[in-house]
C-alpha cells in the first residue's frame, strides 16, 4: 500500500512539472508572437515616442485625476536661436543650461491645453545621460515638468513623454 502511495505522489509531481514546463512554453511562444505583432514592448528594447514633432509641448501646470494642464509652446525658437543655444549648452554648467531653458522659455508665446491621458497610454522619459526614452508611470508627470504629448489625427492622445529627465 505504502509502495503504491509513493508511485502515485511521484506521478503526479511528474505530471505536475511537465505542465508548468508546457505551460512556460506555451506563455513564451504566445508572448513571441505577441511581441512580433507589436502588441508589446519586448523587455529590453529600447521604447520610442512617434518620429513626427509632438503636438503639445511645454509644462505641466497641473494634474487633476488623468486630466493634464499644460502650457502648450506656440511657434518656438528660430533654426539661428536653437544654434546658438545648442552652441551655449556643449560648454555650460547645469545650473547655466537651466538658465538657458528658463529664459528660451520664458520668450515663447504659450496657451493653456488642457487633456485627458487615458489610461494605459505609452508613457516614456528622455533619459538625459543615454538620450534614450525609457518607460516611466504616470505619477511621474508632476507640474513644472517639461512634456509632449502626440495626438492622432482625432485628436487622442497617442503618447506621452516627459523631457529633460535623469534616471
Do not use: C, H
Request: aromatic content about 4%; glycine content about 10%.
Amino acid at each position: 500500500m505504502m509502495q503504491k502511495k509513493k508511485k502515485i505522489i511521484v506521478l503526479i509531481a511528474i505530471i505536475g512539472g511537465v505542465i508548468l514546463i508546457g505551460g512556460g512554453v506555451v506563455w513564451g511562444f504566445i508572448y513571441q508572437r505577441m511581441q512580433q505583432a507589436g502588441s508589446i514592448a519586448a523587455i529590453g528594447d529600447g521604447v520610442s515616442a512617434p518620429s513626427r514633432a509632438a503636438e503639445i509641448n511645454g509644462l505641466i501646470v497641473s494634474i487633476v485625476g488623468n486630466e493634464l494642464v499644460v502650457n502648450n509652446i506656440i511657434g518656438g525658437p528660430s533654426e539661428e536661436e536653437k544654434k546658438e543655444l545648442q552652441k551655449k549648452m556643449l560648454t555650460a554648467s547645469a545650473e547655466e543650461k537651466q538658465a538657458f531653458k528658463e529664459s528660451m522659455l520664458a520668450k515663447m508665446q504659450k496657451e493653456p491645453v488642457t487633456i485627458i491621458i487615458p489610461v494605459g497610454i505609452t508613457i516614456t522619459k528622455d533619459e538625459l545621460s543615454t538620450g534614450n526614452p525609457v518607460p516611466t508611470s504616470f505619477s511621474d508627470l508632476q507640474p513644472n515638468k517639461t512634456v509632449s504629448i502626440w495626438l492622432t489625427t482625432d485628436k487622442k492622445v497617442e503618447a506621452v513623454m516627459l523631457r529633460g529627465t535623469s534616471l
